[in-house]
């Protein structure tokens, strides 16, 4: 009993001793290694809690840098252009020295009045010590080392070992993007694409043991990183054509609300292709007739499998190309306002848009 007590004394007195991080129970923080690494953790966090911004060439490399224009996959992967950094608290899980790295793991999570806690994400960051300034290596890189590699045309893939390259599936894409470049005059993309059979594995190699978007039952997904040209997908090996579609047009179209949709149109999304979330949401609609599916406010969740109003967008994509096709879905793109599409493009009044787009997604299911 009096050691358990000596031992509950030495963490508690490293928790007090530690400053904006707090320190779990069982961390040795003893090591000059481990303090310097828990420092410079708390400066990048201080960095983006103070404006939201970073210098990364304070953190990382030149090397990383060189690589990639926002060498942290963490730091923008779940609310947007906001880093994730600012939600929550940080709890350091654990140190891991190995020669001149050390690993950390942080939990950012919130309590609220009565106890409950909400875990927002735990992440994991890889600080290089060699250096007389110490610099994060980049999770990706270090996590992929092993993966196997194929490239293609454009598209470099990155693989897990257990996966045999489908090289059928990646030509067929690969016709796709082609006839995507020439319809829409645009030249070839250089894209890294990284994908395994799950979205856990995909989360571990940016760096993620948990966020909270893995709260839920598993099922093909992906994102893609525009700035330095990365496709993370799961449960779709070669064949996510919906992320390569970002890649291409949201550099065009920056400020177009029909980002999503366009990508929806052309790829699908989570495995299906739009007239199967049509003919989803065409059986929604029949169960709850009153539904109005206009409102992107309210009408936000179906299920896990389909997003309504990306759904929405892509009809809205087909029924621009068969107005005008390729040029017509051109239009729809340069509109920066959706209710301004309805009004201009389709020539709807606000108050029959509701009607409108059941009618519409009645006459595309039959």
């Given at each position: 009993m009096k050691q358990i007590l000596l031992i509950l004394i030495f963490f508690f007195s490293v928790n007090i001793s530690i400053g904006q991080i707090h320190v779990n129970m069982g961390v040795d923080t003893s090591s000059q290694q481990v303090q310097s690494a828990i420092s410079f953790m708390e400066s990048y966090i201080k960095d983006f809690k103070d404006d939201r911004k970073v210098n990364f060439a304070e953190y990382y490399s030149d090397e990383s840098l060189k690589k990639y224009e926002k060498p942290d996959k963490i730091a923008y992967s779940?609310?947007?252009?906001?880093?994730?950094?600012?939600?929550?608290?940080?709890?350091?899980?654990?140190?891991?020295?190995?020669?001149?790295?050390?690993?950390?793991?942080l939990q950012?999570?919130?309590?609220?009045?009565?106890?409950?806690?909400?875990?927002?994400?735990?992440?994991?960051?890889?600080?290089?010590?060699?250096?007389?300034?110490?610099?994060?290596?980049?999770?990706?890189?270090?996590?992929?080392?092993?993966?196997?590699?194929?490239?293609?045309?454009?598209?470099?893939?990155?693989?897990?070992?257990?996966?045999?390259?489908?090289?059928?599936?990646?030509?067929?894409?690969?016709?796709?993007?082609?006839k995507l470049e020439k319809e829409w005059n645009l030249s070839p993309e250089k894209i890294d694409y990284y994908f395994a059979k799950t979205n856990q594995e995909i989360q571990k190699?940016?760096?993620?043991?948990?966020?909270?978007?893995?709260?839920?039952?598993?099922?093909?997904?992906?994102?893609?990183?525009?700035?330095?040209?990365?496709?993370?997908?799961?449960?779709?090996?070669?064949?996510?054509?919906?992320?390569?579609?970002?890649?291409?047009l949201n550099k065009e179209y920056p400020d177009s609300p029909f980002k999503e949709g366009i990508a929806v149109y052309?790829?699908?999304?989570?495995?299906?292709?739009?007239?199967?979330?049509?003919?989803?949401?065409?059986?929604?609609?029949?169960?709850?007739?009153?539904?109005?599916?206009?409102?992107?406010?309210?009408?936000?969740?179906?299920?896990?499998?389909?997003?309504?109003?990306y759904a929405i967008q892509g009809l809205l994509c087909h029924l621009a190309y068969e107005k005008g096709g390729v040029e017509g879905l051109k239009k729809l793109m340069n509109y920066k306002n959706i209710e301004q599409i309805y009004t201009d493009y389709f020539r709807v009044k606000e108050e029959k848009v509701n009607e409108f787009l059941k009618e519409e997604i009645k006459k595309y299911c039959q």
């Open positions: 779940l609310i947007g252009d906001n880093p994730v950094y600012i939600m929550g608290q940080p709890t350091l899980l654990s140190a891991k020295e190995n020669n001149d790295t050390v690993r950390l793991k950012f999570a919130e309590c609220d009045s009565s106890g409950n806690i909400s875990t927002y994400f735990i992440s994991n960051h890889i600080i290089s010590t060699y250096q007389a300034k110490a610099k994060f290596l980049v999770n990706l890189d270090v996590n992929t080392s092993s993966w196997n590699e194929t490239k293609i045309r454009n598209i470099r893939y990155h693989y897990p070992n257990y996966h045999s390259f489908d090289s059928l599936l990646v030509y067929n894409t690969i016709d796709r993007i082609k190699i940016r760096g993620f043991d948990f966020n909270f978007y893995m709260g839920g039952n598993e099922v093909p997904t992906g994102l893609a990183d525009v700035r330095d040209n990365l496709i993370f997908t799961s449960g779709l090996n070669e064949g996510n054509f919906h992320e390569i579609v970002h890649i291409y052309y790829g699908g999304s989570l495995g299906h292709n739009l007239r199967w979330h049509l003919n989803k949401l065409k059986a929604f609609i029949n169960e709850h007739p009153k539904v109005k599916i206009d409102n992107s406010q309210s009408f936000y969740y179906l299920d896990s499998e389909t997003n309504p109003q």
